[in-house]
């Protein structure tokens, strides 16, 4: 089965410095990425997809994402931070490809300091 | 469009109790999945269901059953409430047909169990 990888629970960034969260994947067919997004007792919104189109993957709000297959790895990025990005991220990939379920990592918690 | 509903948001049950918590789509989505959110354990697939009629158990279904009857809804029964069953309990749709691997997420039910 497919699954991913989060390293590091938590990141700690300061307002406007750039952001990366880790995540690696394994997979032994090409596989659909997504990086969602949960604000504080809410539910999860997608920031953005792979799904085997263009390798550099822009979100919404700044983010954006490279699928790089060497390394077996999906990392997200933005360059620089907003307090509002404070939230949990979790990176996911789709069973089988099939569509009818996420596999998510553990999730990495989001603080963004003045 | 309403996207992804839940109901209740919140709910205490005694140990023993049985309830059954709603989810409603109103995007024509084939596939339905029912996630529980556990901290530190990222989102974990209960059931699932690719068509009206048709389910089948994720990775950790013991304790809930599911049906569906039509393609809008898609609820899930808790039999006998124990208490390893407190969590946050996530409803989700997709339209891999449509092209959509992506899921789109409910608010959530919290749920506690005494």
């Known amino acids: 089965a497919q699954s991913v990888t989060q390293l590091g629970s938590h990141v700690s960034v300061s307002e406007g410095a750039l952001v990366l969260l880790r995540c690696n994947y394994s997979?032994?067919?090409?596989?659909?990425l997504f990086w969602y997004v949960q604000y504080p007792n809410q539910g999860l919104q997608l920031l953005l997809k792979?799904?085997?189109?263009?390798?550099l993957v822009k979100g919404i709000n700044g983010f954006e994402a490279e699928f790089k297959k060497s390394e077996t790895s999906f990392h997200l990025t933005k360059p620089s931070a907003h307090m509002r990005d404070a939230a949990e991220y979790f990176c996911?990939?789709?069973?089988?490809?099939?569509?009818?379920?996420?596999?998510f990592g553990k999730g990495t918690s989001l603080l963004v300091t003045p | 469009n309403a996207g992804v509903t839940q109901t209740p948001k919140f709910q205490v049950l005694k140990t023993g109790q049985s309830m059954t918590l709603q989810c409603a789509q109103d995007?024509?989505?084939?596939?339905m999945s029912w996630y529980r959110q556990d901290p530190g354990m990222g989102l974990r697939l209960i059931h699932y269901?690719?068509?009206?009629?048709?389910?089948d158990q994720g990775e950790v279904p013991n304790g809930y059953n599911v049906s569906r009857s039509t393609t809008e809804d898609f609820p899930l029964r808790l039999l006998s409430a124990a208490p390893s069953q407190t969590s946050v309990y996530f409803c989700?749709?997709?339209?891999?047909?449509?092209?959509?691997?992506?899921?789109?997420f409910g608010p959530g039910t919290r749920l506690t169990v005494t």
């Open positions: 997979s032994s067919v090409p596989p659909y």
């Open positions: 996911a990939v789709s069973e089988t490809n099939s569509g009818y379920a996420l596999n």
């Open positions: 269901s690719v068509g009206a009629g048709i389910t």
């Open positions: 995007m024509n989505h084939e596939y």
């Open positions: 989700a749709s997709s339209s891999p047909g449509r092209g959509h691997y992506e899921q789109y």
């Open positions: 792979y799904t085997s189109a263009a390798t």
